[in-house]
């Protein structure tokens, strides 16, 4: 079943944005990040939730991704992501730890990456790019 959440899909879908992390810290800080920005976030912990949640009708502007998870890890989640034709357009900010997280995001073909922890404004910035905030 679609995730509405009371929420018509045509008119929400510009403003959500899926939040795949592990960390449930991290992922809930995001989360209330994103809504008080007057965006529609949903948080899940792995590549396959997100993978379960997007295939059952969650439609996302924008996916914030790390890659470092259980199950199925953010590497493993665009492989499956690009091969999606529903899914593979979903732009994809990756979040890391890693040292180098441009030329992660550059290895899984996002368009951004961001170290953790995470600059808050541009982050913000991203997101503002590719998902306008509800009116």
């Known amino acids: 079943m679609p995730l509405t959440h009371g929420h018509s899909l045509a008119k929400d879908q510009a403003h959500r944005i899926l939040v795949v992390d592990d960390n449930g810290s991290t992922r809930d800080s995001l989360l209330l990040l994103l809504q008080s ?3 529609d976030a949903e ?3 792995n590549g396959r ?3 379960r949640v ?3 009708g969650y439609e996302a502007c924008l996916i914030l991704l790390d890659l470092m ?3 199925m890890d953010g590497w493993a989640f665009r492989v499956e992501q690009r091969q999606d034709p529903d899914l ?3 732009p994809v900010v990756v979040l890391t730890a890693a040292l ?3 030329q992660e995001a550059a290895r899984v073909g996002a368009i951004a990456g961001l170290g953790k922890p995470l600059d808050i404004t541009r982050l913000l ?3 503002a790019q590719f998902c306008p905030k509800r009116s």
């Open 49 to 51: 939730e997100a993978l």
């Open 43 to 45: 948080g899940v912990e």
């Open 100 to 102: 180098n997280p441009v």
């Open 88 to 90: 593979r357009d979903i």
């Open 37 to 39: 920005e007057d965006y």
């Open 125 to 127: 910035a991203l997101v």
């Open 54 to 56: 997007l295939r059952d």
């Open 69 to 71: 998870m259980p199950v």
